[in-house]
């Protein structure tokens, strides 16, 4: 890949090298080198390689003429997945040194990460925007394609008790023919939630854009404004999904469902009765089973 490495970051990086300081020329060498690796560093992670300092790191961004880090690594990953696809790159991922346990912990510095930076796109009128649509919501419809169907049904499960039942997994299993045909019958006052990652799935934006034509609000959760499916919410939430060694990830997907619908159960306290009603429930059955376990 580095020899036809020619995206966004690498022009601006043969535009600006000349007048960029050593450190910095340090920095764009690395990342001309070693294009997939790079993409994949946050800052602390691409300084310890450049033997530099966070900040210097940091600002590296911005000397090449983007508004902040984050926006310079999406550039990057934007320019890694359109020039490879899932196989090949997670192919060169392979480490075959590396013991499960490094793998597993790697992994988890990861997503601590993908965390990090979803948490710092955060936005306080999205995050607002978002429980109001919801409260406001005649119907809530939610949709998800592949691994972004479990961020669907963690929506739904979170949801049901503050939405008087209302909330409803239009395409289980990620059927995309079975949402488009709950979604045809959107209408103004609804509310449609799709996720949708890497490699973006075409039923997920075929579903938002046809219930955004039918009048329907349109709230998103994807990775980055990239994202085909970003164009079409009326609030968007971007959730950092890069993992090595996984197509994505959907840690910080989920994390923002669970956001979501924490924001909701602080504004509509009458959901906490259904949650002690199956509670009770839980427990009536639990004491049951006790029971016909000690006349056994």
């Known amino acids: 890949m580095a020899d036809n490495y020619h995206g966004e970051v690498a022009q601006r990086i043969a535009t600006t090298y000349e007048d960029l300081s050593p450190a910095h020329r340090q920095i764009a060498d690395f990342i001309l080198q070693n294009p997939t690796t790079a993409a994949l560093l946050n800052n602390v992670e691409l300084a310890t390689r450049c033997a ?21 690594r999406d550039s990057q990953i934007e320019t890694m997945r359109k020039s490879e696809s899932h196989a090949t790159r997670l192919t060169k991922e392979i480490d075959e040194n590396a013991g499960a346990f490094d793998v597993v912990n790697h992994g988890m510095d990861q997503d601590c990460a993908n965390l990090e930076a979803t948490r710092n796109r955060l936005n306080a009128q999205s995050c607002a925007d978002a429980v109001e649509m919801i409260l406001e919501a005649e119907r809530i419809f939610t949709f998800g394609a592949g691994v972004s169907q479990f961020v669907s049904g963690v929506l739904v499960h979170g949801l049901e008790p503050y ?10 299993l990620g059927n995309g023919s079975s949402a488009m045909r709950q979604v045809l019958h959107c209408r103004p006052g609804d509310l449609v939630i799709a996720c949708s990652l890497p490699h973006y799935s075409t039923d997920t934006i075929e579903v938002a854009e046809t219930a955004r034509a039918r009048g329907a609000q349109v709230l998103c959760i994807t990775d980055r404004p990239t ?3 970003s164009k079409h919410g009326h609030v968007t939430f971007y959730a950092d999904a890069v993992r090595r060694l996984l197509p994505n990830s959907i840690t910080s997907a989920v994390a923002v469902a669970e956001g979501i619908i924490a924001a909701v159960a602080n504004r509509r306290s009458e959901g906490m009765d259904v949650h002690r009603i199956l509670d009770a429930r839980t427990q009536r059955s639990a004491a049951a089973g006790k029971e016909m376990s000690d006349d056994s």
């Open 52 to 72: 530099v300092s966070t900040a210097t790191a940091t600002r590296f961004a911005r000397a090449i003429g983007f508004s902040q880090f984050s926006e310079f």
């Open 227 to 229: 994202s085909p499916l």
């Open 163 to 172: 939405c008087r039942g209302n909330a409803i997994n239009i395409g289980p």
